[in-house]
């Protein structure tokens, strides 16, 4: 089992930034790939950002591709989400996920934390 907590969310102007970390308690993270999802109001939940066991590898969705950033600490058992240049249609709440790498989607979920962009 592997227990996520994010936090670092809360309203932010339009060009803004914010950093979201999630903190992994349970099994050994290291092995587990991470992601962020996220969540608009009466939207479906969306992927945002990936990235690999060991940090070499990262994946972007489109709408957030040179905005946001994703990194990890393998040795502070944590997950970041640099976000920059932030637009109203950011406005979500943001899911920390993860999964062994074999595994066919993600099974670990955070609980949530609020992110408003305003205008």
């Known amino acids: 089992q592997v227990q996520l907590i994010e936090s670092g969310g809360g309203l932010v102007q339009v060009g803004g930034s914010l950093r979201l970390s999630c903190a992994a308690s349970g099994r050994t993270f290291s092995e587990y790939m991470m992601a962020w999802f996220r969540q608009a109001p009466g939207k479906e939940r969306e992927f945002v950002a990936e990235i690999v066991e060991g940090g070499g590898r990262k994946y972007y969705a489109n709408s957030v591709k040179g905005r946001f950033t994703i990194s990890r600490d393998n040795a502070k058992n944590t997950v970041y989400l640099q976000m920059d240049s932030l637009k109203p249609e950011d406005t979500a709440i943001y899911y920390c996920?993860?999964?062994?790498?074999?595994?066919?989607?993600?099974?670990?979920w955070g609980q949530g934390t609020q992110v408003t962009v305003s205008s």
């Open positions: 996920a993860g999964k062994l790498l074999l595994a066919p989607t993600y099974n670990y």
